[in-house]
């Protein structure tokens, strides 16, 4: 199966990958659970679950219609970029 691809956020059969730091922390904040991260050079990429909600939440955020709690998405808007900046550090540690 190919993957589908809309903007940053690409549809395996794995699940969603993306390497947008507020897209991911939207689906956080709506109660998507990271699954995993990997990086290459220069960008972070978060895993979520192929679930449907994950389409319905992705059209909301675009069309600005999503209703969720703005501290929490400031607090994981902080916690994933520490994340980036730790996960990014090592890279440029080994080379």
């Known amino acids: 199966m190919s993957d589908n691809i809309y903007g940053d956020l690409v549809c395996t059969e794995e699940g969603y990958r993306t390497c947008d730091l507020y897209l991911a922390a939207f689906f956080a904040t ?17 895993f979520f679950e ?12 675009y069309l600005r219609q999503s209703k969720i709690d703005a501290l929490s998405y400031a607090d994981n808007v902080k916690s994933l970029k520490s994340l980036c900046a730790s996960i990014l550090s090592n890279v440029i540690k080994k080379i």
């Open 50 to 61: 192929n679930l449907e909600i994950i389409e319905r939440l992705k059209k909301d955020y």
């Open 30 to 46: 709506s109660g998507c659970q990271i699954k995993s991260t990997t990086r290459d050079a220069k960008k972070v990429f978060f």
